[in-house]
């Protein structure tokens, strides 16, 4: 069972794919220390980005349980789980979550696609 409305992923998705549009974002290949919050340096050109500001209203608006289940829905459409590990993508989400999920979300630029591709696993579809 889905534990956030797909509206509300889809309004997502459609941020995300408006925002990863915009410019080619490079993700370095590996971070150069693990503290490094690499993450945000993707999204350090785009501070005055308004569907940036958008995305991260709408993501930091959703209770923490809802930002799990975003984040395991990445995790989900890409492959790294399948449908029948949800409850463990989503327990691992809980035990990773950061105030800082927007922006790992955003940090993937086919974030949109895998969204897509996990609740079409679910039996939702966006519109348009």
């Not at 993508?89 to 979550?97: D, F, K």
């Not at 940090?107 to 679910?122: G, I, K, T, V």
């Amino acid at each position: 069972m889905l534990e956030i409305n797909p509206e509300i992923v889809c309004f997502l998705v459609d941020r995300a794919r408006e925002f990863h549009a915009k410019e080619g974002v490079v993700i370095p290949e590996v971070p150069g220390a693990p503290t490094d919050d690499w993450a945000l340096q993707v999204l350090a050109d785009h501070v005055d980005d308004t569907t940036r500001m958008e995305f991260e209203a709408a993501v930091n608006d959703l209770e923490p349980d809802q930002q799990h289940v975003l984040v395991a829905l990445l995790w989900l459409g890409r492959g790294d789980y399948s449908l029948e590990e949800w409850d463990e993508a989503v327990a691992e989400a809980r035990r990773n979550w950061t105030p800082n999920t927007a922006a790992y979300l955003l940090s993937h630029p086919l974030l949109a696609d895998y969204w897509l591709e996990a609740l079409e696993q679910f039996g939702y579809h966006c519109a348009g």
